[in-house]
């Protein structure tokens, strides 16, 4: 069916301010054929089903908006972890920054080194769950990601990783418009834990594919913050094996436009899927959670726990689906997206779905909105606690269960630390 005039114009508009990077022959040819996707599904729009609660056009257009670069004395995260840095700077892998990658102790190379060459593992992973995570709710702007990205990482996992890989994104330039496309492979019982952190751009788009085989284990921790005015769209494709396990968390504090996908398929019976995020935002700040999973073999687990704090006229999204092939019995799939609203001007768009068509399965979904308890506000204020220090303590408790979600403890303060110095800094 022929694109609507608007929205060919508008995707013709963009994809003539880009040129498709070179590379070797496997490379070229998934980047023509995500190409031929885009052109024919066309870049988001405002009538798109999955668009109608956030706004496209500043990720689409032509040219990124300036986003102010933002400089404070907080302290940048994951500094004190034993960990493996790859850093990117607008877009552009600083190697100088970045730790040696061939001393790494796991087979990681820059993308696009490893996109020149003619054979490579990757060839059989890049674009494959972008493109199979496309059916049935097309996602324009990871395709896009796959034409067009230049850079990104390859990493490949045969054991367990000691130290977890650090993705550091830089932002430098007031009108950067970056894209990175990182290929993850853990083999039969691998583990490895990915780091990410920093505002990349002033726009940014990413894309991760994430494939985890039979009795392997990924754990991804991200932090989104810093740079205001930035804009991202987010993609995480992961595909599960066998008694895998893939957890997911995301913290957003800031940003003017945030969209984070994540599309998983569990492939293989008893695996295990958590996707998790808590996100705060102040006055100009509009963040998307947008996540489906599907079921597609026996005894699987999936959780979505989604928590939002919101204040000053900020707008949270969740868009969250559920689908449970035929062959997918004893499913248990668990879904909750909560806001806490902190005045009357903020606003939740939620969008939760189940979609079964297995018969013995364990599925539910939930999202509530609501201002602080003014029950247990009372509680903590009749015990001496000062009133902001109790708002503060009755946020931190309904981000709990998504910070929960992280299983190295660790990490999981790291988190809880810099969740505190939010909402000190935002304190009225």
């Given at each position: 069916m022929a694109l609507p005039q608007v929205k060919l114009d508008a995707t013709e508009a963009r994809l003539a301010a880009l040129a498709l990077p070179a590379g070797g022959s496997w490379i070229t040819a998934a980047r023509e054929a995500a190409l031929a996707r885009v052109r024919e599904m066309g870049l988001p729009g405002r009538r798109d089903e999955y668009w109608k609660f956030t706004r496209p056009d500043t990720l689409v257009q032509p040219e990124a908006p300036k986003a102010a670069l933002f400089s404070h004395d907080e302290a940048m995260p994951f500094l004190d972890l034993d960990r493996i840095c790859v850093v990117f700077v607008d877009g552009v892998f600083d190697e100088e920054a970045s730790d040696d990658l061939g001393a790494a102790g796991i087979e990681i190379e820059r993308l696009a080194i490893a996109g020149a060459q003619d054979i490579h593992w990757a060839r059989d992973l890049y674009g494959k769950l972008e493109e199979a995570g496309q059916n049935p709710v097309m996602r324009p702007l990871a395709a896009l990601n796959t034409a067009f990205a230049t850079d990104g990482v390859a990493i490949r996992v045969t054991g367990k990783a000691e130290k977890p890989v650090s993705l550091v994104y830089h932002h430098r330039s007031e009108t950067s418009d970056a894209m990175l496309h990182h290929v993850i492979r853990l083999e039969q019982g691998a583990e490895l834990t990915v780091l990410e952190n920093g505002p990349a751009a002033a726009r940014f788009n990413k894309v991760m594919e994430v494939d985890v085989a039979d009795g392997a284990t990924f754990h991804h921790v991200r932090t989104q913050?810093?740079?205001h005015e930035r804009r991202a769209a987010t993609h995480i494709f992961a595909r599960l094996g066998?008694?895998?396990?893939?957890?997911?968390?995301?913290?957003?504090?800031?940003g003017v436009m945030t969209r984070n996908e994540c599309v998983i398929e569990l492939t293989g019976d008893d695996a295990v899927a958590h996707v998790a995020g808590a996100a705060m935002g102040d006055g100009d700040f509009h963040h998307d959670d947008t996540v489906f999973i599907t079921h597609d073999a026996v005894n699987c687990e999936s959780r979505q726990v989604f928590k939002k704090v919101l204040r000053n006229g900020a707008t949270g999204v969740f868009q969250g689906k559920i689908l449970v092939q035929p062959e997918a019995q004893k499913t248990d799939g668990y879904q909750i997206s909560q806001s806490?609203?902190?005045?009357?001007?903020?606003?939740?768009l939620a969008k939760p779905e189940l979609e079964i068509y297995a018969d013995d399965v364990a599925c539910s979904h939930g999202s509530t909105t609501g201002a602080i308890d003014e029950d247990m506000l009372f509680y903590l204020r009749a015990r001496g606690v000062p009133l902001k220090r109790a708002q503060d303590l009755l946020v931190l408790a309904f981000l709990a269960e998504a910070v929960e979600e992280i299983e190295n403890p660790a990490l999981r303060e790291s988190i809880t630390v810099r969740l505190q110095g939010w909402l000190e800094r935002h304190s009225h």
């Open positions: 913050g810093r740079d066998t008694e895998s396990v893939f957890k997911s968390f995301t913290m957003t504090a800031n806490l609203l902190l005045d009357d001007d903020s606003t939740f």
